[in-house]
C-alpha cells in the first residue's frame, strides 16, 4: 500500500477500534512481537490475505503508541516469515505520524495448491492456522487434509471397499448403468465386463470401489453406516427447541441406501412434511400449486449434497443432514466447496469435481445432467416462486444450504438490492426487448435474466408484457411505469 493509503487506514482503525478478517494489530514498543507465526500463517491461507499494523496498543483502547525501531522492526518480521513453509513474502510498508513511525506487513493468500502455509517449528498439523473473525485458530486435521486432497488430486470416490463383495452389488442395477454406458460407444461395446468395471471403477485391482458401492450396493451402509442422510422436522426456529407434548422432532428419518435410492427417499420426506397452497398467478392468471420450497431446488440440493460431498475416510462419520424448521430448511453437507471456487462463485464459474466418477456415472443413469446447472437451477426457481433468495455457505468442512418460506424482501416495492432493480426499471421506462435487458444486466443468459429479475417483477406488476396475451412472444417488449 502507498504511504497515504496506510494513514488512511490509521484513522479507520483509529474510528473503528477493532480488528477484523484482513487486520491484526500488534503494539511492538518495546520490541517485536516474538510470536507472528499464527497470523503469518492464517492470513497467508485465505484469499485475500492480510494486514498486520505495528504501533497500535489494543490494551490500551488502540492508542497509536508507534513502534521501537522501524528498521529493526522490518528485519525481524521478515525473520519469523522465513520460518513460515511456504515462506511468507510480505509487503512493508512505513509511515509516520503524529512524530511516530508505523509499521504495516501486507501478507498476501497463497495460491489454493500451496496451503497450508505453517510455522515450521510446530510442523503442518500443529502450526497450521486459519482466520476466524479476527482470531487465528488451529486448521483443524481434516482442513489440512482437505488442501492436500486439491493439491494430489485424491480420488476418494474410487478408494476400494476391502469389505464389499462383487455379489453386493444390485447386478440388475449394474447392468442397466453398462448397457447405458456401452449405447454408441464401439470401443466400449467390445470390451469384457471385468476389463470395463476396472476401466470406469466399479472395482480397482478387482476390489469394489466406495462410488460402485454408493450407486449399485445393496446396501452400503453396511460398509459406511454414517454415509446416509439423517431428516428431521423440528417444532421451532432452532435444534432443541420443544414443541407442545415436549416433542424434539416431529418428524425423524434415517435414510439409507445407494445414491439413486437416497436421493428418492430425501424428496419423499420433504415432500411429506411441507403445504401446498394454491395461488393465481398475476402474469397468466392461472391457477398453480405450490410448495412451501420448490421441488425441482430440493432436488437439486439433495443431489449436489449426495454427489459433491467428501467421501474420505476424514467424513466417512458424518451423514448429510436435512433439517426442516419453522419457515426454513437446511440442508448440511460433509466437506466445504472443493478447489478454488468461493461461495460467490457458485452458479457462474464451473467448479473443480471432487468426486467425478459418482458425477459422470449420475449423468449416464439420467438422475443428474452434470453440466454445473444445480445452483443456477435453485436460484431460478425460488426467483419464479418469489421466494427469499437461498443462501449457500462453506463452514470449516461443512457445506450448507438454506431455503426460506418468506417472499423475497422489498424495499419501496422492489426486491432485495433495491438500487438495481429501480435502476432497471428507469432503463424499462423505454419498452425492452429481452437481449436488451439482458446486456443491461451484463449477463450471458437471457432466460436466466428473465426468470431471476424480470418475471418476479412482473408478477408484482412493477414491469408489463406489450403482449400481455403472448407472454412467450419473440416480439415481446417489457416496460415498468416508474
Known sequence: MTTEEFLELLNQIKRMKCESQILELKSAGKGCPRRLYDTLSSFSNQ???????????????????????????????????????????????VAQKGGKNFVAAEIPGMDLAERPCYYKGQGRLKGSFTRIGDSDEPMTEYEIYSYEAFRRKYQDDIRTVQRAAFSALNQESLEGYIRRLRKGKPNLSQMPDRELYELMSITKNHEVTLSAAMLFGLYPQAYFPQLCITAVVVPGDEIGDIGEMGERFLDNERIEGSIPEMLDGALKFVRRNMRTKTIIRTDNGRREDRTDYPMAAVREAVINALVHRDYSIHTEGMPIQILMFDGRMEIHNPGGIYGRLRTDQLGKMQPDTR????????????????????????????????????????????????????????????????????????????????????????????????????????????????????????????????
Not at 436460484?379 to 427469499?388: S, V
Not at 451484463?442 to 435474466?449: F, I, N, P, V, W
Not at 428473465?450 to 403472448?470: A, N
Open 47 to 93: 484469499d485475500n490475505g492480510g494486514t498486520i499494523v505495528f504501533g497500535i496498543d489494543e490494551e490500551n483502547d488502540y492508542e497509536e503508541s508507534g513502534v521501537y525501531d522501524a528498521q529493526d522492526l522490518q528485519k525481524k518480521v521478515n525473520e519469523q516469515c522465513l520460518q513460515m513453509e511456504p515462506v511468507v513474502r510480505p509487503l512493508m510498508t
Open 355 to 482: 468426486n467425478p466418477m459418482i458425477a459422470a456415472a449420475l449423468e449416464v443413469l439420467g438422475v443428474t445432467e452434470n453440466r454445473y446447472s444445480g445452483i443456477p437451477t435453485i436460484r431460478r426457481e425460488f426467483a419464479q416462486c418469489n421466494l427469499r433468495e437461498p443462501e449457500f455457505a462453506d463452514k470449516r468442512g461443512h457445506f450448507v444450504v438454506k431455503f426460506y418460506q418468506e417472499p423475497r424482501k422489498t424495499v419501496n416495492g422492489l426486491r432485495e438490492n433495491g438500487a438495481e432493480i429501480y435502476n432497471l426499471l428507469i432503463f424499462c421506462k423505454t419498452p425492452r426487448t429481452r437481449k436488451e435487458i439482458c446486456d443491461y444486466l451484463g449477463l450471458s443468459s437471457t432466460s436466466y435474466a428473465m426468470q431471476v429479475y424480470i418475471m418476479p417483477l412482473v408478477e408484482q406488476g412493477l414491469i408489463r408484457l406489450s403482449i400481455p396475451d403472448k407472454p412467450k412472444s419473440p416480439k415481446q417488449l417489457y416496460y415498468s411505469g416508474v
